[in-house]
């Protein structure tokens, strides 16, 4: 068995996980993908950018990570289907995004979250030196989000995948009936958030293009990470906030209910839950390094 990974190649999430894969799975993993038995394609769009001739005689995997109901028109179809007769089997990380693609292939579909990095994303104790070094309040109660939130055709529509407006809904409640709350950004495309912080008076730090290094410090620093979403595969933030027992409120996508508490869930901004977590950092250490690569392992020996 011998495995080519294509990514993105965009500085994204894909990008990391190719670049763990590769580091932990040397072993049944190749560099040059004409000899590989399969093709996987994490991205799940870079299909068109392969030559047809290289995917002969190779088993071709698939993730689809998500699909936004919003954005469905018949030019998604139509390259739906001209990737489905590249690809024999799909991945997807979660439950959601199997039954949504249901709709559109027959392919076999294997459901499995991704690997957890315990490597990269830990607590760290001393909170107020880890502000101090950042540049950060000590005495103030510190919201984040760390994931693009405007579309990038004008970068200044709101994505509303992810619901920033949801967001922005929560910290305005939240900064009404606490004054001293202020925000941490992260990411790239922020331009929604930061003009509705602006306009509503919340002040924000924001560390744009930060390093994983800093980003695992900036987790260490919130008292409350809000995942908003109203459309996600994962999100990647709600293991990395369980891995750095980090407080976090999620909406209901994804992943999100296989590893927080119930009560760290929220359905509005007007029905928020409490975090919790201990539960969350309890149920991530089944996905941890390398434990979370064995069933992707397994499965690739089935094919």
Sequence with gaps: MKIYVFSSQENWICDRFTREWNQFNSGITINNP??????????????????LSLLENKTVVTTIHHIDPIKVDQNFVNNFNSRDQITDFYHV????????????TKKPIFNQQFWANQLMWFPIKNKDSLKSG??????????????????????????LSK???????????????NPDIEVILSGWRRQYVMKRLNDAGIKYHYFEWASFDVLNKL?????LYVVSSRFEGGPQSIVECALTKTPIISTDVGFAAN??????????????????VEVAHKNIQEYIIPRGFGKFVDFFKTL
């Design 34 to 51: 004409y000899e590989a038995d399969i093709i996987w394609l994490l991205s799940g769009w870079e299909w068109r950018t392969i030559p």
């Design 93 to 104: 990380p979660c439950e959601r995004t199997q039954t949504q693609i249901e709709k559109y």
């Design 134 to 159: 950042l540049k950060l309040p000590l005495d103030k109660t510190l919201l984040g989000s760390f994931q693009r939130d405007t579309e990038g055709h004008d970068l200044k529509s709101p994505k």
């Design 163 to 177: 619901g920033p407006d949801i967001f922005c809904d929560i910290v305005e409640r939240f900064h009404s009936e």
């Design 219 to 223: 987790y260490n620093c919130l008292d």
């Design 259 to 276: 590893i927080l508490a119930p009560e760290s869930l929220y359905e509005s901004h007007k029905n928020t839950g409490k975090p919790n």
